[in-house]
């Protein structure tokens, strides 16, 4: 919860100094980002098994962070994150609770739901909660810099 915490914090703290708009009111490429568009495009191809797909969106110094590990840059999360990940996960879907648009940043955070299907073994439901960093990139193109992922499924129910 503290990184979570941390995290908001921080893109609100660059979104401040951003000129802002609703992600319906843009397009997906050059000069505003249409978030959902971004979001979908990243799914769909962990949808697809699509490695090369899942890449397209990600930038070169981008982070990703889950329960356990950190990795940064595109041969790290490629390796370590995407290349086992993309033969296990199936059926991801979110619902987003937050998403900003800037001229340089956007981001989407909310939860997701997947199956997990361990090799020889029966599919697992997971649940957790997501942020995504989307930044411009000096191409014009829009690519995801920071990705958080919080499975919620393992967590204790703590009250």
């Not at 843009?26 to 979001?39: I, K, P």
């Not at 940043?105 to 939860?111: K, L, V």
């Not at 299907?117 to 810099?145: A, C, F, I, M, R």
């Amino acid at each position: 919860m503290k990184n979570l915490t941390l995290l908001i914090f921080f893109i609100s703290l660059i979104s401040c100094n951003q000129t802002t708009t609703t992600s319906s009111d843009t397009t997906s490429h050059g000069r505003m980002a249409n978030v959902d568009s971004l979001t979908m495009a990243f799914l769909d191809g962990w949808n697809a098994h699509d490695s090369a797909a899942i890449m397209k969106t990600i930038a070169d110094n981008a982070i990703v962070m889950n329960d356990s590990s950190i990795h940064t840059g595109t041969n790290a999360i490629a390796r370590n994150w995407i290349s086992g990940g993309v033969k296990v996960l199936s059926n991801i879907q979110t619902t987003s609770l937050i998403k900003e648009v800037g001229e340089s940043i956007a981001y989407d955070g909310g939860t997701y739901t997947l199956d997990l299907t361990p090799p020889g073994g029966p599919v697992l439901k997971e649940e957790g909660n997501y942020s995504l960093v989307w930044s411009k990139q000096q191409s014009g193109d829009w690519k995801l810099t920071l990705i958080h992922i919080e499975d919620v499924t393992r967590m204790p129910d703590i009250k």
